[in-house]
């Protein structure tokens, strides 16, 4: 492990864990890494806000910082839940929870697991019906520890997953496209065969 995966790790243990992008990183672990590098500041993280910026700042030696207005305020930490009646079961909040904490299927009402939600707010903007509203996180939800090294998990399953997901659709793809380009190929036995019957049945009709 290099010195800059390391702090990377350090620092990442201090993040929230939210994954909210309000830092404007895909997650912590890529903020992480770029604070590590040095190519991002200490203050881009509202729900850490500034004792988060504090212990970062311990962690880094570097002066502390007031939380940059560009990335967001600091605020209570919010759970999601979603308006069951008025749920017409689309998905889009599925697909952007980066944790996997809202369960559902397709024209299926959903329901978000408040004990993996992080309070990210990102499937909010997501839902078409505005059917998902925020309530307050649990302070000892917020302070726990054992709740940030789960959403981490949490997190990079889901990356995984996704990784692996869209390489499946790929390798499907250029599979089908490659019967595609062998059937369209001239020297195929069963396309020869018909052009030959073809050609056949129009010498006979002459």
């Known amino acids: 492990m290099n010195d800059v995966t390391d702090l990377a790790n350090r620092i990442d243990a201090l993040l929230p864990q939210t994954q909210c992008e309000q830092c404007g ?3 912590c672990r890529p903020y992480a890494e770029a604070m590590a590098r040095g190519d991002a500041p200490i203050n881009r993280c509202p729900p850490g806000g500034a004792a988060g910026i504090a212990r970062l700042a311990a962690l880094l030696d570097t002066p502390v910082l007031p939380l ?15 308006v069951e009646a008025d749920c017409i079961g689309c998905t889009k909040c599925i697909q952007a929870c980066p944790v996997d904490a809202i369960v559902g299927a397709a024209k299926l009402m959903h329901t978000v697991m408040p004990d993996h939600c992080t309070g990210c707010e990102l499937c909010v903007p ?8 925020l309530e307050p996180m649990p302070l000892a939800q917020v302070e726990d520890p054992a ?10 399953r889901r990356e995984a997953r996704l990784v692996r997901e869209r390489a499946e659709r790929e390798a499907e ?10 059937l369209a190929t001239p020297t195929n036995p069963v396309l020869a065969a018909l052009a030959r019957a073809r050609a056949r049945a129009k010498q006979g009709s002459e």
Request: hydrophobic share 45%; proline share 7%.
């Open 147 to 156: 709740h940030a090294d789960a959403s981490r998990a949490h997190f990079l």
């Open 126 to 133: 997501a839902c078409p019906v505005d059917c998902i509203v």
């Open 173 to 182: 793809l250029a599979a089908r496209k490659a019967v595609v380009d062998t």
């Open 25 to 27: 990183f895909h997650g």
């Open 68 to 82: 940059d207005p560009d990335h967001g305020v600091e605020k209570p930490r919010m759970l999601a839940r979603v």
